[in-house]
Each structure stands twice: as structure tokens, then as C-alpha cells.
């Protein structure tokens, strides 16, 4: 497979998005957090990594999406498990599917911190559409390169070999 010349070496567009990425990551968790108290959640948090990931894919092409760290196939089985074992654990204590729970923790220097359930739910939903939005992401970009491959395949009248007459 030969790889694709990056076609969009644009130094202003690189410097952008390297500068973009931390913060529209930081935001990203933010929003997933704040969604169980206020707009917002994992859904939507999950969207802004997906927009990472395309502003990435746009940036440094396809390698941008062979370096990912992890499958997304891999994110979207984490992200699901996390959603259904967080929304089926209160069956378990004879409450209803997805009732949420509020866990208070004394934390020295910090206070008291509230954990709840729904944004355990809201972690899973995250991940999952975080993985989505990268499957997606990698389908177009193999899709692509199969198409380019097929161009430039022997059938194509600009490989095919002259005959000696």
C-alpha cells in the first residue's frame, strides 16, 4: 500500500489544530461531566473528540488515524460495556434500570466530593461515541485509499505496458 502524499501541508491549519486539540479536549471532559447536572454528557463530549479526530484527519491525513492509540472497535465495546453495566447495576439492588445513585467522599484539602452514577453512564456514552466517530473516521479513510489503489490499478491505461511492435 503506498501511502497518500499529505495533501493539506498547510503550517497555519498544522499550528491551529495542535493548538486546538488540548483545549477542545479538555473541553470535551468538561462537557461529559457537566451533562449530568446541566446540557451536556457523554454524547455530546464524545462529539467534540470526534472533531478532534477529523480536525487531526484533516491536518496529517490517514497516518493521523493509523497512530491512534487505541481500535476504536476496542472504544466502542469499552464504551457500550460501561453504559449497560452502569444502567443494569441498580437491578441489581432492586431499583429500576439507569436510576442513579450519589456516592459523597472526604477528600483532605479538597472538601467533599459527589460522585454520581449517571456520570459513570455519561464516562461509557463518551467512549462509545468517541470510538464511532473514529470507525467512521477509519472506514472513509480506507475506502479512499482502496479507491485511489483502484485507479492506479493494472486495469488503468496509464500502467498498462507498451508491446513491442
Do not use: C, Q
Not at 499529505?6 to 491551529?16: K, W
Not at 464524545?46 to 480536525?55: A, E, K, Q, S
Not at 476496542?74 to 449497560?84: D, E, T, Y
Not at 459527589?114 to 453512564?121: E, L, M, R, Y
Request: glycine share 14%; aromatic share 6%.
Amino acid at each position: 500500500m503506498t501511502p497518500r502524499p499529505n495533501t493539506t501541508a498547510s503550517t497555519i491549519l498544522s499550528t491551529t489544530v495542535a493548538g486546538l486539540t488540548p483545549v477542545l479536549g479538555l473541553v470535551a471532559v468538561y462537557v461529559t461531566f457537566r451533562g449530568h447536572n446541566a446540557p451536556g454528557g457523554g454524547f455530546a463530549g464524545g462529539l467534540i473528540v470526534g472533531i478532534i479526530l477529523v480536525l487531526r484527519y484533516l491536518t496529517d491525513g490517514p497516518d493521523a488515524l493509523r497512530r491512534l492509540p487505541v481500535d476504536p472497535v476496542v472504544l466502542i465495546g469499552v464504551g457500550l460495556g460501561v453504559a449497560v453495566l452502569t444502567g443494569m447495576a441498580p437491578l441489581v439492588v432492586g431499583g429500576s434500570f439507569l436510576e442513579s445513585a450519589i456516592w459523597k467522599f472526604d477528600v483532605p484539602l479538597i472538601g467533599t466530593v459527589k460522585v454520581v452514577s449517571s456520570a459513570i453512564f455519561d464516562l461509557g456514552v463518551f467512549v462509545l461515541v468517541s470510538g464511532v466517530v473514529a470507525a467512521i473516521l477509519v472506514a472513509l479513510s480506507e475506502a479512499d485509499d482502496e479507491a485511489l489503489r483502484g485507479r492506479a490499478g493494472p486495469g488503468n491505461r496509464s500502467e498498462t505496458p507498451e508491446v513491442d511492435r
